[in-house]
């Protein structure tokens, strides 16, 4: 399948609103990036990234070819400009994680990413990850968890972390939908996307070809119908308070509803690049001739 690279993406146009108005403050914060600089030193992220260059198999073209391949093509895609060493982690949940700032960013995916997931939904993963590194929500996490840590050591401060934390978690959630979002713009195949949250929900590997979108819509629906007001309330409580994602099913539901809203195809349309058909080079849809080999267009 023929996937448009979207050219100079920015990632504000498909981040979630919730996640977006808190980026929006964060990003504000002039002093905000040496903070963090000397924060995510302190914690040990440099220490983590040696570790895994030590410790885990890292994803090159000559490690693992058709992988690499997914990568690159990934973080072409979505313009991605701090590009992260890819390491795999011995695991059979599907799951991955990004750490690091700048010269240290790095992805970690689990073996069942790779063994238990078409190409089409290891490159949803994979943008996945790269979604967050491009919204700078890896450093924002670290910062927020440090931040947490920092405070609830003051004895005088009472009940304020738990209070911090369910408001850190709360968007933490957001951010993730924003990463689906990104996902989904990096594999462009709504199904593929859809089948790989709904294969993190824990079906056996026997049933993959039996695996029912539809259904599992109808579930999410079911759910939104049946919660109350008060449930909803206490829903987005126990979801912040007991998981690092948003629960799968409520994760599948919100995306489709971004896609039935029409922005995953206006994006799509308004990122198009112009293609060089000599070159094959990508530039605006509006330049006269291409910046690579002079054709004019």
Same mark, same amino acid.
């Given at each position: 399948?023929?996937?448009? %690279?979207?050219?100079?993406?920015?990632?504000?146009?498909?981040?979630?609103?919730?996640?977006?108005?808190?980026?929006?403050? +964060?990003?504000?914060?002039?002093?905000?990036?040496?903070?963090? #600089?000397?924060?995510?030193?302190?914690?040990?992220?440099?220490?983590?990234?040696?570790?895994?260059?030590?410790?885990?198999? %890292?994803?090159?073209?000559?490690?693992?070819?058709?992988?690499?391949?997914?990568?690159?093509?990934?973080?072409?895609?979505?313009? !991605?400009?701090?590009?992260?060493?890819?390491? +795999?982690?011995?695991?059979?949940?599907?799951?991955?994680?990004?750490?690091?700032?700048?010269?240290?960013?790095?992805?970690?995916?689990?073996?069942?990413?790779?063994?238990?997931?078409?190409?089409?939904?290891?490159?949803?993963?994979?943008?996945?990850?790269?979604?967050?590194? #491009?919204?700078?929500?890896?450093?924002?996490?670290?910062?927020?968890?440090?931040?947490?840590?920092?405070?609830?050591?003051?004895?005088?401060?009472?009940?304020?972390?738990?209070?911090?934390?369910?408001?850190? =978690?709360?968007?933490?959630?957001?951010?993730?939908?924003?990463?689906?979002?990104?996902?989904?713009?990096?594999?462009?195949?709504?199904?593929?996307?859809?089948?790989?949250? !709904?294969?993190?929900?824990?079906?056996?590997?026997?049933?993959?070809?039996?695996?029912?979108?539809?259904?599992?819509?109808?579930?999410?629906?079911?759910?939104?119908?049946?919660?109350?007001?008060?449930?909803?309330?206490?829903?987005?409580? +126990?979801?912040?308070?007991?998981?690092?994602?948003?629960?799968?099913?409520?994760?599948?539901?919100?995306? #489709?509803?971004?896609?039935?809203?029409?922005?995953?195809?206006? !994006?799509?349309?308004?990122?198009?690049?112009?293609?060089?058909?000599?070159?094959?080079?990508? =530039?605006?849809?509006?330049?006269?001739?291409?910046?690579?080999?002079?054709?004019?267009?």
């Amino acid at each position: 399948m023929k996937r448009i %690279h979207l050219y100079q993406l920015d990632s504000s146009a498909y981040e979630h609103p919730e996640d977006r108005r808190t980026l929006n403050v +964060l990003n504000t914060m002039s002093c905000c990036e040496g903070i963090i #600089k000397g924060l995510l030193d302190w914690n040990g992220v440099k220490a983590d990234y040696v570790i895994r260059k030590a410790s885990n198999y %890292h994803v090159t073209h000559a490690t693992c070819p058709q992988l690499a391949k997914l990568i690159d093509e990934a973080i072409s895609i979505l313009s !991605i400009d701090d590009v992260p060493r890819v390491y +795999l982690e011995w695991g059979y949940n599907i799951n991955g994680y990004t750490r690091g700032y700048k010269d240290t960013t790095m992805m970690v995916l689990n073996t069942g990413v790779i063994d238990l997931m078409t190409d089409m939904e290891q490159t949803f993963v994979i943008g996945h990850e790269l979604g967050h590194i #491009k919204s700078k929500h890896v450093i924002y996490h670290t910062l927020g968890a440090l931040l947490t840590s920092a405070i609830s050591n003051i004895p005088i401060v009472g009940s304020v972390p738990e209070v911090f934390m369910l408001a850190l =978690t709360r968007w933490s959630r957001m951010s993730e939908f924003t990463a689906d979002r990104a996902g989904l713009l990096a594999c462009q195949d709504v199904d593929a996307a859809l089948t790989a949250i !709904i294969k993190m929900s824990g079906v056996p590997h026997k049933y993959f070809d039996k695996i029912n979108i539809d259904s599992f819509l109808k579930e999410a629906e079911a759910l939104q119908k049946e919660l109350s007001f008060t449930d909803k309330a206490f829903e987005k409580i +126990l979801n912040a308070m007991y998981n690092d994602h948003p629960w799968t099913v409520m994760r599948a539901y919100e995306l #489709k509803k971004w896609v039935d809203s029409g922005e995953y195809e206006r !994006i799509l349309e308004e990122y198009k690049p112009l293609v060089c058909p000599v070159c094959g080079h990508h =530039t605006d849809k509006e330049a006269k001739d291409c910046p690579r080999c002079g054709t004019t267009f």
